[in-house]
């Protein structure tokens, strides 16, 4: 039902007074003249969703679909999920665009297009990055799917806790369908075998990873064990995970934030572990660039044992190593022949944390219904949300895709069981699944506007501390600085 939205949030759903035109400035949701469909209301405050729109419709509606971020096998599988929906009823047809490698690229469009005319180039559904939740909510152009799942009976609660909490503002789940995932620990386990290691029994936090790379390191195995990119992903769940909040007013979900917090001692002892395993040869460090993946090369030219990575790769891992994916497909071109499958043997583990492993929070990428659409674009963009919440089509994501299950129904199907025993993929991502099945709803990670300011901050402080010889303490001091004046922009 439909807490009470606060501050930006409230102005944000009350799109029924036309937004003006505004420049998209780095730090702004994106806003739009919205199209003032939305004017009338539900009773717990929600837009009306319209979802009998389609009833009057003469022929199938066209609608768009705006995506990115996505490569290999989660590509091919929303290709595949479109096709299917689109074959499987007439009444609605999904165009779907692709608009780049990188989230970045279809956020781009998607806030040039919200700046233009009116939002009349926008999109019907646009699949972005989970770290645009906060921007989105605020721009006042999206339909939250909560309002359709009331209208059309669905029950939220058939979702997993971890993922509703994520993408929830003020108790109002905005995206119809999530595709989760978590960082987790890639590992090669001949290497640990090499190194008298147990591959049954991998590193659980960042000592521990430490400890192992000393091991492999020593016995000549890998040049520099441990690799990573800079991602500052990795170091919001770090924090995350012993309850340091990124931003105040409790992370950003009980009110708007407005300064930084992320600049603790917790959070300088963290670099200054890394520094410290860099310095002894033990870390391979990578900026995190679009589109790179030299953190997973690392690991298949045998430069490095272990790296933490999305979950989401578990399905391109395999078909690497079995060859049946491109360098094309891959993204890069690398030469196959270099994997000798007896001397790179996967393996997974949980995220390894601060004091604990597997302490982790939904992220991933979701899709979001805009309100900017006609009524009957509006129910065909249901039409695919729900479609894609079937239990037996939301374990397409997991088993083809990669993803983590967020329909609680997809975990017992026979299908799905078996991809987890016999499938190399299946195998790969049951550490995602197990820690996000565990994840604490209460601790859902930050919610924040200028996300992309945070991100440019905390990576530009992890690359100065681990290139650039910066002292930990004032690189995060620096950054803090910086995303507490991108809030102080955002909200004014």
């Known amino acids: 039902g439909g807490q009470g939205l606060t501050g930006a949030r409230r102005r944000g759903l009350a799109v029924a007074a036309a937004a003006a035109l505004v420049a998209l400035a780095c730090s702004d949701p994106p806003t739009a003249n919205s199209a003032g469909d939305q004017a009338a209301t539900g009773p717990d405050g929600l837009p009306e969703c319209p979802i009998d729109a389609l009833d009057g419709a ?21 290709d595949d999920m479109v096709a299917r929906f689109n074959q499987s009823q007439g009444d609605v047809v999904i165009n779907a665009s692709d608009q780049g490698t990188a989230y970045e690229e279809v956020y781009r469009a998607f806030e040039s297009a919200a700046s233009a005319a009116g939002g009349k180039q926008l999109p019907d559904i646009v699949y972005l990055e989970d770290t645009q939740l906060a921007s989105l909510a605020d721009s006042g152009l999206v339909l939250p799917a909560q309002a359709c799942m009331d209208a059309a009976g669905y029950d939220p609660t058939d979702l997993e806790a971890a993922a509703r909490a994520k993408y929830s503002i003020g108790g109002v789940l905005y995206p119809g369908y999530m595709n989760v995932s978590t960082p987790v620990l890639y590992f090669n386990k001949a290497h640990f075998v090499k190194a008298g290691l147990d591959p049954a029994h991998p590193p659980q936090t960042l000592e521990e990873v430490s400890q192992a790379a000393e091991k492999i390191k020593a016995a000549g195995i890998a040049p520099k064990p441990f690799a990573m990119k800079t991602d500052r ?12 909040d990124i931003v105040n007013n409790g992370n950003g979900r009980n009110g708007e934030a407005t300064r930084a917090t992320f600049a603790t001692p917790e959070a300088t002892k963290l670099l200054e572990f890394l520094k410290k395993m860099d310095d002894e040869g ?34 391109t891992v395999r078909d690497a190593l079995n060859g049946q994916i491109t360098a094309a497909q891959a993204g890069v071109d690398f030469d196959a022949s270099v994997v000798d499958s007896s001397r790179l043997v996967p393996g997974t583990g949980p995220f390894p944390g601060i004091d604990a492993g597997g302490q982790v929070f939904a992220s991933g990428g979701a899709f979001y219904m805009l309100n900017s659409s006609k009524p009957a674009e509006q129910a065909a963009a249901w039409r695919f949300m729900d479609f894609m919440l079937q239990p037996e089509n939301a374990a397409v994501w997991h ?19 078996a991809f987890w025993r016999d499938d190399l993929a299946g195998v790969l991502l049951q550490p995602g699944v197990e820690q996000f099945a565990h994840a604490d709803p209460d601790l859902p990670g930050p919610l924040i506007g200028p996300y992309s300011d945070e991100a440019t901050a905390v ?17 995060l001091d620096d950054a803090q600085t910086t995303v ?3 809030l102080e922009r955002y909200a004014g």
């Open 233 to 244: 992903w990795y170091f919001d769940t770090w924090l995350g995970g012993i309850g340091d």
């Open 58 to 78: 003469s022929g199938p509606v066209t609608i768009d679909l705006w995506y990115g971020g996505l490569a290999g096998a989660a590509k091919t599988t929303m």
């Open 484 to 486: 507490t004046a991108a």
């Open 399 to 417: 088993t083809s895709g990669s993803y983590l299950p967020v329909v609680k129904a997809v975990t017992d199907l026979p299908q799905v069981q």
């Open 282 to 315: 033990l870390l391979n460090a990578f900026a995190n660039t679009e589109g790179a993946i030299d953190d997973y090369l690392a690991l298949v030219t045998e430069q490095s044992s272990m790296v933490i990575e999305t979950s989401t790769a578990a399905t």
């Open 459 to 475: 990576q530009g402080a992890m690359d100065g501390v681990l290139f650039t010889g910066q002292k930990p303490e004032a690189a």
